[in-house]
């Protein structure tokens, strides 16, 4: 994505950050609720492990559009550094170890 021209970085950008976000801070909220049923720890953590892994997925396409819109300016936003790459492959393998120990017992 980020070799694709501007003007497409700055459309698919948001528009799979705001759908990825929305998906992914469902179950980062279900996760972290007080109301919802805490009872099996390893389905909960996965849910965290997910939402966490979307919502750092949805931050990397908002850092590439935003940093579509500012080419070119005097005080240009950077794309995203390796570190929202971790956050999301460290929630996403979160996630799926927590699948596998539900899906185990």
């Known amino acids: 994505m980020t070799t694709s021209p501007r003007q497409r970085r700055i459309t698919w950008g948001f528009g799979l950050a705001v759908s990825i976000g929305m998906i992914g801070i469902g179950p980062l909220f279900a996760s972290v609720w007080p109301g919802f049923d805490h009872s099996p720890w ?61 899906v185990a017992s």
């Open 42 to 102: 390893d389905v909960n953590t996965m849910l965290f492990g997910l939402g966490v892994g979307l919502c750092a997925i949805a931050y990397i396409f908002g850092r590439i559009a935003v940093a579509a819109v500012t080419e070119g300016r005097r005080n240009a936003i950077a794309p995203p550094t390796r570190r929202a790459y971790l956050v999301a492959g460290g929630g996403f393998a979160l996630a799926a170890l927590c699948l596998m120990i539900a």
